[in-house]
């Protein structure tokens, strides 16, 4: 049986440039890397020192019959001091672009993806006065470097941003950091859909690009009897970002698992062998969830999902994680979702904010000498990629 997807679908794989670059010297995440190194939070380093190797990275995706390449572009090292920006910096982003044009890959530019200056942060990050005003002089100058690129997304998962930060917020405030059950703080997600909704149109207006950011989904399922404690704790995670997609141009769908919500709240994944890398369980229908959710809330903004993988070290696991996957996203797109592309996470086993050891790629990576290795999983993907189509 053979499953058609839409004509022009967008085939391709995510990586974020702190993940994947190296010494970014720049940034909150390495500076975080510093200072808590005594609580068992790892350093980048080189990463994949993909800064250099981005050629090598993009070509992979390209001869293996991929269509798409989402990246992220440094703000750090955009602008590393307030209003002085690197012309070398932004000449060296828009080089990525025309490489991925000029090997058949439609870039999708991501602005902000979890990291940004130190100097930013110092400024009180997003909630800092004038914060917005200069979220957007950056992305002003971002833009002089688009042309051509025709997906862009403001934020990476701002309600993670919201979590992360809020979590930075409490420790400020003398209060213990939350391992579990942390959710996102709502002043800093407003501030964000502030940024989101004075950026998004600078970018269209210079760029003639589709704007709009990505959420990342949490499939979240009530228990029976606990619908109401669900619709709150969905709208605390997700709706309050989804709300904002619907006059953007798409929205990036993010998924990897599903949790039930009781009347406490999320159930946090329980123990469980078949559980990934990440502790997360393992359950490759939630992209059908999350598309459906979100088409529920955003009505006929089209989707792409910007995110959907497995952190795992068997390759077979991530081919079977894929596959059902990919099948529950082509029978919501047969329901009537608007979807115009999937790009997998990730293209490399890289830097997972924090962690070395959760390997979510495609290729894999030896840190020392920077070789790439394809694994089967690239081949498989691609091979689906120029089909268009799920065969089984």
Not at 147 to 159: A, L, S
Request: charged share 20%; proline share 5%.
């Amino acid at each position: 049986m053979s499953r058609s997807f839409p004509d022009r679908f967008l085939w391709g794989a995510s990586t974020a440039a702190h993940q994947i670059e190296g010494n970014n010297l720049n940034n909150d995440w390495w500076q975080l890397e510093h200072i808590a190194a005594d609580h068992g939070v790892q350093f980048s380093g080189d990463a994949l020192d993909s800064y250099h190797r981005y050629h090598e990275d993009m070509r992979l995706l390209a001869d293996a019959g991929f269509n798409a390449y989402r990246f992220s572009i440094e703000w750090s090292r955009i602008e590393p001091s307030p209003g002085r920006f690197s012309r070398a910096e932004l000449a060296h982003y828009r080089r990525m672009i025309e490489t991925a044009l000029r090997l058949g890959l439609t870039p999708v530019v991501t602005l902000h993806h979890f990291t940004h200056p130190i100097w930013f942060g110092e400024r009180g990050a997003w909630l800092g006065d004038g914060a917005v005003d200069t979220f957007c002089r950056y992305v002003e100058q971002a833009c002089t470097i688009l042309d051509g690129v025709e997906w862009i997304c403001t934020i990476n998962e701002p309600n993670i941003v919201a979590v992360n930060h809020g979590q930075q917020r409490r420790l400020a405030e003398g209060k213990e950091y939350q391992f579990v059950g942390a959710l996102p703080d709502a002043e800093i997600g407003q501030v964000l859909i502030a940024a989101h909704r004075a950026a998004a149109p600078l970018v269209r207006g210079a760029t003639g690009a589709k704007v709009g950011w990505t959420v990342a989904n949490q499939a979240l399922l009530p228990v029976p009897g606990c619908e109401s404690k669900h619709a709150e704790v969905q709208h605390i995670w997700e709706d309050m970002y989804l709300e904002p997609a619907r006059d953007d141009d798409f929205v990036g769908v993010q998924s990897y698992t599903s949790q039930p919500v009781d009347d406490n709240g999320v159930v946090p994944h329980p123990d469980h062998p078949d559980n990934t890398i990440m502790g997360w369980a393992y359950r490759p229908d939630a992209l059908g969830i999350a598309v459906r959710h979100t088409r529920d809330v955003v009505g006929d903004v089209p989707i792409v999902v910007t995110e959907n993988g497995i952190a795992t070290s068997d390759d077979s696991r991530r081919i079977a994680y894929t596959e059902g996957a990919l099948a529950a996203l082509h029978e919501a797109i047969s329901e009537g979702a608007d979807v115009r592309g999937y790009l997998h996470w990730s293209l490399l086993d890289n830097f997972e904010w924090g962690r070395w050891e959760p390997t979510f790629g495609l290729v894999a990576v030896n840190r020392e000498t920077f070789e790439r290795r394809p694994k089967p999983s690239l081949h498989w993907l691609g091979r689906i990629a120029r089909a268009n189509a799920l065969t089984t």
